[in-house]
């Protein structure tokens, strides 16, 4: 049995809804500071809508609509005064296909930088390098920082997406099915560097690949149609699940 | 309706019951071939405990596979595992029928013993072990399994008992000492195939609840 974590953030009573269709049911869940939590469920169950909300990504969607609470050290994400770009600094994000700009390694790894106002040339370069090292990028694109970041295979975009996360210095990162459009060679590299970044960031990753899940998480918590089924200790959730529903989906006899 | 990994995972069930048939059906031809002094019997049971031992190489390669190819989780993980240990036991209890029927077949030649310790309650219960075990396990009835673990400490008992016996036996008649060791090794064979239906027990406990109740590993 782990000893308990700080709690980093967590989400209370929390309902969402798409116009009239409410797309999450009081979910209740809470995320372990260096801690990675898998969200896992069927298309459809509301686990990637929920890892939107954690950053409010959602807010971009002018018919949605967010009840209840989600705290980030305390204080609710949703508050009036929150700004949502400094929260989306904090609260960085990895999509499923890897987005590089169009612009050289080095400028996209600098883009959130530059954005946030920084224009002290050393430090960009620093943290350039601090960030591509911290996502397993460094030693292989180190001679050609200045080439386009497009040039680069899926699975090396998807870590120079993750270096550009780390760039900003966020506090929990949150991945939508960051491996899914990878083979299984970059696939293992972005694992890999799951767990080495949990050492320093919270995360939380959506993931359809239930072996994925088993690797790389310490918590696993399942959805089904918007709400919130199981969480708990992923050894536990992949070998003894209290819920028959968590069961059936993770041995894959769901419907 | 069942997908193609649960028609696989009844697949590797039937084989385990197809193993334990044959695995009963030798400790009762080794006891009778023991009670009777049935010389071709005992030999039948060591000729045919090759079966048990093809079997268990069959589960085990179409265990390996369905843990490679399907990377089960939850009860699809715990009923393979299950199964890789139970063979295991079910295959040490086949080989211990064969050490019965080789000392039958030795005792078979030579004149009983003028005291018959009567090793029939042994035998009786850890047959009966070895039968509820397998019953627990084709039914996935942890009850039943449990009633196993708990008869164990009688088939010790009674183990004790008949070497106790045995031991005062020799001391009294010196030319009955290499039949009085074989029986005793009889006796400790059926005290091991009572240990070994327990563990048989054991792992029906760990299938159908998850929980590993080994050397009170932890408790249900």
């Known amino acids: ?255 | 309706m069942d997908n193609h990994f649960q028609k696989e995972i009844e697949e590797l069930r039937l084989k385990v019951l197809e193993m334990a048939a044959y695995t009963e059906k030798a400790l009762v031809q080794a006891n009778q071939a023991y009670a009777e002094r049935d010389t071709d019997l005992a030999q039948q049971v060591i000729d045919n405990d090759y079966a048990i031992n093809s079997l268990e190489c069959d589960i085990d390669n179409l265990s390996l596979k369905l843990l490679a190819l399907a990377q089960p989780v939850a009860q699809d993980l715990r009923i393979i595992v299950g199964i890789m240990r139970l063979i295991v036991n079910l295959e040490r209890i086949g080989d211990e029928a064969v050490n019965i029927a080789e000392r039958s077949l030795i005792l078979a030649h030579r004149p009983p013993l003028s005291y018959n310790p009567t090793l029939e309650e042994l035998a009786k219960v850890s047959l009966e072990m070895l039968r509820n075990a397998l019953t627990a396990f084709k039914d996935e009835d942890t009850d039943a399994a449990q009633r196993v673990c708990d008869m164990d400490a009688r088939a010790d008992e009674l183990d004790v008992s008949v070497i106790k016996k045995l031991i005062d036996h020799m001391l009294k008649e010196s030319p009955a000492i290499e039949r009085s060791v074989h029986t005793i090794l009889i006796s400790r064979s059926l005290e091991r195939i009572a240990d070994l239906s327990t563990n048989i027990a054991e792992c029906v406990i760990f299938i159908v609840k998850g929980v590993n109740i080994k050397h009170r590993c932890s408790r249900i």
């Not at chain 1, 049995?1 to 953030?9: C, E, F, I, L």
């Not at chain 1, 296909?97 to 530059?114: D, Q, S």
């Not at chain 1, 920082?145 to 997406?161: D, E, P, V, W």
């Open chain 1, 1 to 255: 049995m782990q000893p308990a974590k700080n709690v980093k953030m967590y989400a209370r009573n929390l309902d969402f809804y798409y116009g009239d269709f409410k797309a999450l049911h009081d979910v209740n869940l809470d995320f372990g500071e260096n801690e990675v939590t898998a969200l896992i469920g069927p298309s459809g169950c509301g686990k990637s809508t929920f890892l939107r909300c954690l950053n409010r990504m959602n807010d971009l969607i002018p018919i949605s609509r967010v009840e209840g609470a989600i705290l980030l050290d305390g204080d609710d994400i949703y508050a009036p005064r929150v700004d949502v770009v400094q929260l989306r600094r904090r609260v960085g994000m990895v999509f499923q296909k890897p987005n590089p700009f169009p612009k050289t390694i080095f400028e996209n790894v600098a883009y959130g930088l530059r954005v946030n106002g920084v224009r002290d040339k050393q430090y960009i370069a620093a943290r350039v390098e601090e960030s591509l090292q911290r996502a397993a990028l460094w030693d292989e694109v180190k001679d050609r920082l200045h080439s386009s970041a497009l040039g680069l295979s899926g699975g090396q975009q998807q870590r120079l997406c993750i270096a550009r996360a780390l760039a900003v210095e966020p506090e929990i990162l949150l991945m939508d099915e960051p491996a899914s459009a990878l083979d299984p060679i970059a696939t293992q590299k972005i694992e890999e560097l799951i767990h080495i970044l949990k050492k320093n960031y919270t995360i939380i990753i959506v993931t359809h690949s239930m072996q994925q899940a088993a690797r790389v998480s310490d918590i696993t918590a399942f959805f089904y149609m918007g709400k919130l089924i199981e969480t708990g200790e992923t050894e536990i959730m992949f070998t003894r699940p209290k819920n028959k529903q968590t069961e059936d989906y993770i041995t894959g006899r769901f419907g």
